[in-house]
T-cell receptor
């Protein structure tokens, strides 16, 4: 089925470790973004991309890197994990004047 | 900047009760407005949207009307079911802007 695929679904990291959360979409959407969801805070934008080779920061970019080498893929890298990065991460894609399509999320725990 | 304020929860209702979740926004120009729903353990799904003033979005018995004069987009359903138990998010995207700004979410629990 067409949509946004995120991997892994669950991950436990130790403080200081690095990892990459994967996100892929097969709808040829220009726009992709990463959000984190924390209790009582809704979803906060980490990074976004309006097309291959173009990325920009959202509200809470510190500690995260992204790249967009293809239209389909938009990985999120945690450089040195911290307990404050324990959260649920959602990737989403969109095209103009259309609602977002979200992945099913990655639940990350940093110990 | 753009922002969304929605009614705090949690909200607990009996089956067949009327549901309203208030949402107001701050934005320049003419934003598009959305309601998303998140069922337990899942990602967010678009529930309904409205792209201009006085538009009414509707889906699965839910409705919301884009009121520019009151900068509101309240979500309503006349008769809720247990399967409507979820977290509901109000969101907006600015004119010519892909980015979505979300409210904090409202947890709704419907009891049989």
């Amino acid at each position: 089925n067409a949509g946004v695929t995120q991997t892994p679904k669950f991950q436990v990291l130790k403080t200081g470790q690095s990892m990459t959360l994967q996100c892929a979409q097969d709808m040829n959407h220009e726009y992709m973004s990463w959000y984190r969801q924390d209790p009582g805070m809704g979803l906060r934008l980490i990074h976004y991309s309006v097309g291959a080779g173009i990325t920009d920061q959202g509200e809470v970019p510190n500690g995260y890197n992204v790249s967009r080498s293809t239209t389909e893929d938009f990985p999120l890298r945690l450089l040195s994990a911290a307990p404050s990065q324990t959260s649920v991460y959602f990737c989403a894609s969109s095209r103009p004047n259309y609602g977002y399509t979200f992945g099913s999320g990655t639940r990350l725990t940093v110990v | 900047g753009n922002s969304v304020t929605q009614m705090e929860g949690p909200v607990t209702l009996s089956e067949e009760a009327f549901l309203t979740i208030n949402c107001t926004y701050t934005a320049t120009g003419y934003p598009s407005l959305f309601w998303y729903v998140q069922y337990p353990g899942e990602g967010l799904q678009l529930l309904l949207k409205a792209t201009k003033a006085d538009d009414k979005g509707s889906n699965k018995g839910f409705e919301a009307t884009y009121r520019k004069e009151t900068t509101s987009f309240h979500l309503e359903k006349g008769s809720v079911q247990v399967s409507d138990s979820a977290v509901y998010f109000c969101a907006l995207s600015g004119s010519n802007d892909y980015k979505l700004s979300f409210g904090a979410g409202t947890t709704v629990t419907v009891r049989a």
